[in-house]
């Protein structure tokens, strides 16, 4: 079982930033492949970004390229997910997912959610 607790979402001006962290607890996170998605309001959850679990691949929604960064830290179990030039349709929960192998941005794959965090955006 892996469970993770995401943080560091909350209130931002459009232009502004925002770093989200998601925790896992598992003695194997270097395992997993870890993505964001993200759901609006009357949306359907969306793929935001992944990163394998070797930190060496990243993919990123046309949405969110040249704005979000997706990192991990294996020492620390922890994924992030900067958010950079925020914009109103940014606003939503997001939410973190780990799954075994290679990133995707298909919600389906992932095994492991957590309860997700809000980041909300106002003009």
């Known amino acids: 079982q892996v469970q993770l607790v995401e943080s560091g979402g909350g209130l931002v001006q459009a232009g502004g930033s925002l770093r989200l962290s998601c925790a896992a607890s598992t003695r194997t996170f270097s395992s997993y492949s870890m993505g964001w998605f993200r759901q609006a309001p009357g949306k359907q959850r969306e793929f935001v970004a992944a990163?394998?679990?070797?930190?060496?691949?990243?993919y990123y929604a046309d949405s969110v390229k040249g704005r979000f960064d997706i990192s991990r830290d294996n020492a620390k179990n922890t994924v992030y997910l900067q958010m950079n030039s925020l914009k109103l349709e940014d606003t939503a929960v997001y939410y973190c997912?780990?799954?075994?192998?290679?990133?995707?941005?298909?919600?389906?794959?992932?095994?492991?959610w957590g309860q997700g965090t809000q980041v909300t955006v106002s003009s």
């Open positions: 990163i394998r679990w070797s930190g060496d691949s990243t």
């Open positions: 997912a780990a799954k075994r192998g290679e990133g995707s941005s298909f919600s389906g794959v992932y095994g492991y």
